[in-house]
């Protein structure tokens, strides 16, 4: 059976993937690319994070172009049906496949990993031509010219050996292999690369610079087709009733187009529909700790903006340079960030950062907590005594705690202004979040309260928290009961209630709070 040259494989998978309970119609991107068959512009690589659907959509085309299966009956009724040119490219070419995560079991050497790729696909032409004689030929491009056919590359997890930092002093021999096998061939009616990192710091001279790049920094027209948009998540929820669109939006919505449409996590919304439950499904398909695999780099410079990001506060910064295959570990904060984005683990848009959402937000939370975070690590892992004291309605241990923050040696927690302050409660209550959705700054009753904690748990009373500077806690409380910021907690059934009053004295440095039931 054929390995690499017009496979099944593709179209098996596509199959199973079109079956699925879940599918999304992602076969639009089909017509755009046919567009690109035999120009100078047939070299196409398209770079997203794990889990953001490239292997299904590497799948679809396989099984649309390839001429080795007919499967009609799984596009007629998907988007690309609708095309003029839909039945013009419909199982027409020889397919070759690759995929550059296949070890070879003979030996871990970089010789051993790239002649198991030669070997592959040497094996299926000459079983395709018979009449070749293998010792007339002696480099894979000079084989399948002898063929007098073209064909279309579907190579998948091309930056493998450099995400997993595999045979370091070979990696220019693989991008000298692709160049080869790829570029100035007539044979070659289309080349798809995909995979994590960007290949733009090869694209000079003799490297890979005939490939278009489409990336998380700059992808004007592919990025719809990686992700689901807000529509696609409605739909999908309607297929069950466990969990509502607001739901999923909570876990996995975050990143967005260049036109600011919302795209979701697929993997994660999939897995959550599939489970019935929201929870963060991130670390089950990535390196353990890969959040702080990257903060870990300069954690002094990135650490005042993570904590501002975890209380929800974007970042204002321009990353302009990407991180690529083969770039030396990130050690700047642009680097770190840049190689973050291009991970999924962060979202930048309008020059703006951010943590994409609560699957991510668990996942920096967790960061810090690691020793190298210093004191941030030892007010995270000692914040569960802060919502103790609130659920006692300790008014003075919580005034303490405050204080104790704010007299650290971390500049963002200073008194610069009422986001500083907010980061300081954030800090303090992070453990409530385990408990606790907690919302800031949310329109309530007649105002916007400062913070809003919703119960995860029926035994838990609601929390509604309001910051005073230069005043009076009393003050704070008598806010909360006047512009009836309680009418949210209420409308969810939530029957106990604590007002929490904190006020502050911006030049003593002085703390007060009281915690109040209300009625």
Known sequence: MAFCLNSNY??????????DVFFVDKSGIIE????????KNRFLCITKPRRFGKTSVLNMLGAYYGKAYDSKPLFDNLTVSKSKDYETHLNQYNIITLSFNNLSDIGNTYNDYIDFVKESIKRDVFAVYPELKAENFHSISSLLSATGDDYIFIMDEWDYIF???????????FLEFLRDLLKDRPY????YMTGVLPIKKYSTGSALNMFQEYTMLNDPIFEEYFGFTQDEVTMLCERQTKLTPDEISEWYNGYQTKGGERLYNPRSVV?????GVCQSYWTRTGKKDEVLYFLKYNIAEVRDDIIKMINDIPIQIEINKEFTAGQESPNTQKEIYAAMIIYGLLSYYDGELRIPNKELMIEFENALEDDDFGYVAELVKNSTEVLNATLKQSGEVIASYLHNIHNSELPILKYN?????SCVVTLAYLSARNKYKVEREEKSGKGFADFIFYPRRKNLPGIILELKADSTPEEAINQIKEKEYCEKLRKE???????????????????????????
């Open 10 to 19: 593709p179209y098996k998978d596509f199959n199973m993937l079109v079956h």
């Open 32 to 39: 755009h690319i046919s567009k690109k068959i035999r120009t």
């Open 163 to 173: 995400s997993h930092n595999l045979y370091p002093e070979n990696q220019g021999d």
């Open 188 to 191: 070659v009616a289309f080349a």
């Open 271 to 275: 897995c959550a529909l599939e489970d």
């Open 417 to 421: 202004d009422e986001n500083s302050l």
């Open 493 to 519: 059934h939530i029957g106990k209630i604590l007002a929490v009053g904190i006020s502050y004295n911006t030049k003593e440095k002085d703390h007060k709070c009281i915690v109040e039931e209300i009625n």
